[in-house]
């Protein structure tokens, strides 16, 4: 094997690896067998030809007593809000100085994959000061996904007027699969991502139209559902619904050309995807995946096609854990321009897809050598990537 290819392979010095035009078109960044024998819907879905950086980069740690970070949002100034999932939100600055946990988050239910999840800011913050962020919410016995606003204070160590202005109903009793990250789109509405709650009898809800679990939400910044929804009117439907048939979105972001919205989401073993996100498409879960249970049989009718279902643009198998997503948007290494980078948690890697006319052309893998549960990442105003970590660590990713 070509010493280029070996060092991706592993992760080590990936990004001082030369770059070896033949080894981009005949290898993966993959070298682990998958779980099943599915094939993919069309060449290039999954496994694609590696790419390396050939700029020289280097991931620098900020802080490492950040605790149990999960979302990362950058303020005009280029300091940062994180959330950690146990209830605190706090600001960072771009040197790793971290701030007090800031007064007014609502209770979270914490337990499990539960807590204080993705966080999104007004465009007007300047002015505002604005945030929105999601979290799962104690409801009677169960919990649930829920979308809280509020203003933060003029000496920022509070938030003021905070409301939940949204919840995924319904309510279950579980610690799994919430889903959780929110956006504020360019129409002026907020976009969020649930999941089914990972148990088989919640599972189907992906499906269902009358469930908010599994989907993509759009609301207005007041919580109600967005005009031009493609459910509104639909008899059993919900106004909010956005797409349906997901299973746990952790990633949700727009691109910077074309503004589409693309995700990425969890298999169980295997089926990782990233979706091109479209209003009313239905993304197949739990009918139609790439994956096999945890306990290695079929899901369903172990099916990977069916009319009316949408293929994801990629997916892996064996599983990455895909989370927080971003498309950089920098200009310090010009190369990335556009490309989608995500924060994988089991692979212990931030992996870069490069993408052209909706398709992934090349896939590589970065810091795979740090052994950290990457849990989401971002743009900073400087041309560089922020990236948190489950262990506590915030990154910047950028030119050396």
Same mark, same amino acid.
């Given at each position: 094997?070509?010493?280029?290819?070996?060092?991706?392979?592993?992760?080590?010095?990936?990004?001082?690896?030369?770059?070896?035009?033949?080894?981009?078109?005949?290898?993966?960044?993959?070298?682990?067998?998958?779980?099943?024998?599915?094939?993919?819907?069309?060449?290039?879905?999954?496994?694609?030809?590696?790419?390396?950086?050939?700029?020289?980069?280097?991931?620098?740690?900020?802080?490492?007593?950040?605790?149990?970070?999960?979302?990362?949002?950058?303020?005009?100034?280029?300091?940062?809000?994180?959330?950690?999932?146990?209830?605190?939100?706090?600001?960072?600055?771009?040197?790793?100085?971290?701030?007090?946990?800031?007064?007014?988050?609502?209770?979270?239910?914490?337990?499990?994959?539960?807590?204080?999840?993705?966080?999104?800011?007004?465009?007007?913050?300047?002015?505002?000061?604005?945030?929105?962020?999601?979290?799962?919410?104690?409801?009677?016995?169960?919990?649930?996904?829920?979308?809280?606003?509020?203003?933060?204070?003029?000496?920022?160590?509070?938030?003021?007027?905070?409301?939940?202005?949204?919840?995924?109903?319904?309510?279950?009793?579980?610690?799994?699969?919430?889903?959780?990250?929110?956006?504020?789109?360019?129409?002026?509405?907020?976009?969020?991502?649930?999941?089914?709650?990972?148990?088989?009898?919640?599972?189907?809800?992906?499906?269902?139209?009358?469930?908010?679990?599994?989907?993509?939400?759009?609301? #207005?910044? &007041?919580?109600?559902? +967005?005009?031009?929804? /493609?459910?509104? =009117?639909? $008899?059993?439907? @919900?106004? *909010?619904?956005?797409?349906?048939?997901?299973?746990?979105?952790?990633?949700?972001?727009?691109?910077?050309? #074309?503004? &589409?919205?693309?995700? +990425?989401?969890?298999? /169980?073993?295997? =089926?990782? $995807?990233?979706? @091109?996100? *479209?209003?009313?498409?239905?993304?197949?879960?739990?009918?139609?995946?790439?994956?096999?249970?945890?306990?290695?049989?079929?899901?369903?009718?172990?099916?990977?096609?069916?009319?009316?279902?949408?293929?994801?643009?990629?997916?892996?198998?064996?599983?990455?854990?895909?989370?927080?997503?971003?498309?950089?948007?920098?200009?310090?290494?010009?190369?990335?321009?556009?490309?989608?980078?995500?924060?994988?948690?089991?692979?212990?890697?931030?992996?870069?897809?490069?993408?052209?006319?909706?398709?992934?052309?090349?896939?590589?893998?970065?810091?795979?050598?740090?052994?950290?549960?990457?849990?989401?990442?971002?743009?900073?105003?400087?041309?560089?990537?922020?990236?948190?970590?489950?262990?506590?660590?915030?990154?910047?990713?950028?030119?050396?």
């Amino acid at each position: 094997m070509n010493k280029a290819i070996l060092i991706l392979a592993t992760g080590v010095a990936l990004a001082v690896a030369p770059y070896n035009s033949i080894a981009q078109k005949t290898a993966s960044v993959e070298t682990k067998d998958p779980n099943s024998d599915y094939k993919p819907a069309f060449q290039g879905q999954t496994r694609i030809g590696a790419v390396v950086t050939k700029t020289a980069y280097e991931g620098k740690v900020l802080t490492d007593k950040l605790n149990r970070p999960w979302g990362i949002v950058t303020l005009p100034d280029g300091r940062f809000i994180i959330t950690e999932i146990g209830g605190t939100m706090r600001i960072v600055t771009a040197s790793g100085k971290i701030g007090e946990p800031i007064k007014g988050v609502p209770k979270v239910d914490a337990k499990g994959q539960g807590g204080l999840l993705g966080i999104c800011i007004d465009p007007n913050y300047s002015n505002n000061k604005m945030i929105y962020w999601a979290f799962s919410e104690p409801v009677g016995e169960g919990n649930l996904t829920s979308v809280a606003k509020g203003k933060l204070s003029s000496d920022e160590k509070s938030l003021e007027n905070v409301a939940v202005i949204y919840q995924a109903k319904p309510s279950y009793k579980g610690a799994a699969h919430f889903g959780g990250r929110v956006l504020y789109g360019k129409d002026g509405n907020l976009y969020l991502s649930t999941g089914e709650r990972s148990d088989k009898e919640t599972r189907p809800q992906a499906q269902h139209l009358n469930s908010g679990l599994g989907k993509v939400i759009r609301i #207005t910044t &007041d919580g109600k559902p +967005a005009a031009g929804n /493609p459910f509104i =009117g639909k $008899e059993n439907a @919900r106004p *909010e619904l956005y797409s349906y048939g997901h299973r746990n979105v952790q990633g949700i972001a727009f691109h910077p050309v #074309t503004g &589409d919205l693309w995700d +990425a989401e969890f298999g /169980p073993r295997g =089926g990782d $995807e990233i979706n @091109r996100v *479209e209003p009313g498409k239905n993304y197949g879960w739990p009918i139609i995946t790439y994956a096999i249970e945890y306990g290695g049989g079929k899901i369903g009718d172990g099916i990977q096609q069916k009319e009316g279902m949408e293929q994801p643009v990629y997916y892996w198998d064996p599983v990455i854990s895909p989370s927080g997503i971003t498309f950089y948007t920098g200009k310090e290494i010009t190369e990335w321009q556009n490309n989608l980078f995500i924060a994988s948690l089991s692979g212990m890697h931030i992996c870069r897809l490069v993408i052209e006319n909706n398709k992934v052309t090349g896939e590589e893998r970065l810091l795979a050598g740090e052994n950290q549960r990457f849990r989401d990442i971002t743009n900073g105003n400087d041309g560089a990537l922020y990236a948190v970590t489950d262990q506590g660590k915030l990154y910047r990713i950028g030119k050396k």
